[in-house]
């Protein structure tokens, strides 16, 4: 698959119907062959991947990566998070700012799995391009949780999920 088709399968229609969708989901499988694909690749070729990123990509792989980490503890298997978290380091080139608050996410599945914290972090950075793994080093040991940077554990009736917390207030309507 080139560089193109392989972009084109993160340009999904706006909006939330991804983030709250089931976990998981057709999207879900679409967007891990992306992610799968970025570590299979040259580092070459993950270099253009990643110049491509934009705000609105990195805004998918994190919703991506969010529901990977609620996806593991499902699954009582830290592969979803591995998986998460190399689409995350992916995002941050996008949307640094946003990406700073999934690893917490990640820290808590492997809390909850019972699974080391810096060997899943490592698996990742293993996975990913140098910069990257730069980034999966630098925001493996930080101390935030999940509810420091917006989130809370839920149940959705089908099983565990992060959900943001801010989602969960009523909007205002105009």
Request: charged share 30%; aromatic share 6%.
């Amino acid at each position: 698959m080139d560089l193109r088709e392989l972009l084109g399968m993160l340009d999904m229609p706006p909006g939330e119907s991804y983030y709250r969708s089931r976990i998981p989901c057709p999207e879900d499988e679409r967007v891990a062959r992306v992610v799968r694909a970025f570590s299979e690749s040259s580092p070459g070729r993950q270099a253009v991947f990643r110049e491509a990123i934009d705000g609105v990509r990195a805004g998918l792989l994190l919703v991506f990566s969010e529901r990977m980490a609620a996806l593991a503890v499902r699954m009582e298997s830290a592969e979803p998070c591995v998986q998460g978290l190399v689409a995350a380091s992916l995002a941050q080139e996008g949307d640094p700012r946003e990406a700073l608050a999934v690893p917490a996410l990640h820290r808590r599945s492997a809390e909850i799995l019972g699974v080391d914290n810096a060997r899943l972090f490592d698996e990742a950075a293993g996975r990913t391009d140098l910069s990257g793994a730069h980034w999966l080093r630098d925001v493996r040991d930080a101390d935030d949780t999940p509810e420091d940077v917006g989130y809370e554990e839920a149940d959705d009736g089908e099983g565990f999920r992060y959900e943001r917390a801010i989602a969960r207030q009523p909007r205002h309507r105009y």
